[in-house]
């Protein structure tokens, strides 16, 4: 597991209270697991972008937008909100 990776897991374990677990699954199962899951099948599709770091530089969109961006620490907070909105939903 990189270390980029292993940053972002430890702030989404710390804004859930509990250990992320991550579990490796290659993409044969990916896609053979896709027969069934629309869901699986379009992580098979997309998991050519998890093979290779790659820098997200975001000047062009705050220049655009003229809007900052987002902090991941900020991010990764909303996110866990808006999930625990949803899952309270159902």
């Not at 859930?16 to 629309?38: I, K, N, Q, T, Y």
């Not at 961006?69 to 999930?83: K, N, S, Y």
Request: aromatic fraction near 8%; hydrophobic fraction near 45%.
């Amino acid at each position: 597991m990189g270390s980029a990776l292993g940053a972002l897991l430890d702030l989404v374990a710390t804004e859930v209270g509990h250990v992320v677990e991550v579990r490796d699954v290659p993409v044969l199962g990916l896609r053979a697991l896709g027969l069934f899951s629309p869901m699986t099948r379009s992580l098979a599709e997309m998991s050519y972008e998890f093979e290779q770091s790659f820098v997200l530089d975001t000047s062009k969109y705050e220049a655009t937008f003229d809007t900052p961006r987002t902090p991941l620490v900020t991010a990764v907070a909303e996110t866990v909100v808006w999930h625990r909105a949803q899952a309270s939903n159902t």
